[in-house]
């Protein structure tokens, strides 16, 4: 009789941690695609950073401290880094776009300028799918992390090696007001 309690224990257990391993697999191939959903977005931007401030080049010949800091960003290789040097390295190529769109509002004739307004206009879709594929990731994230630290789960979390997940928050200057002027 003790045997088969002991036994319909042991199988219980196992079932359990079976159960949970999976779910943390799923979660985290989940982040996994999340991440890579926005990576994608992350590389165009990369990849338009260069056209857009090689057009600004040629109107702002004197800002060239805040264009040599993004391209020495830009110039990093992408493919070769972390998940969390990706993070990273964003979240300062965010700040520097926005000093160099608050350059270009500087200048009017940069402003007219068809190339301008083409590849800045690409920034602004690349920034709102970047924004939206962010929300995707940290959801992603939360819920991963979640299962990571809540008990019992985080037990089968530190047995097999899950670890809690970076989330991608916003930089300083995205979280200041926007100031408008007229």
Known sequence: MWL??????????????FATYNSLVGLR?????AFSTMDVYLKKRWDLIPNIVETVKGYA???KETLSDIMSLRNSAYDKMSVNDKVDVNNKLSQGITKLMAIAEAYPDLKANENFKDLSGQLAKVEEDIANARKYYNGAVRIMNDKVAMFPSNIIASMF??????M??????????VKVKF
């Open 4 to 17: 088969w309690i002991i036994l319909g224990i042991v199988v219980v257990i196992l079932v359990y941690v």
């Open 161 to 166: 090696g899950f670890k809690k997940q970076k």
């Open 61 to 63: 010949k004197h800002e």
């Open 29 to 33: 191939n989940r982040v996994e695609e």
């Open 168 to 177: 991608f928050e916003a930089n300083e200057t995205e979280r200041e007001n």
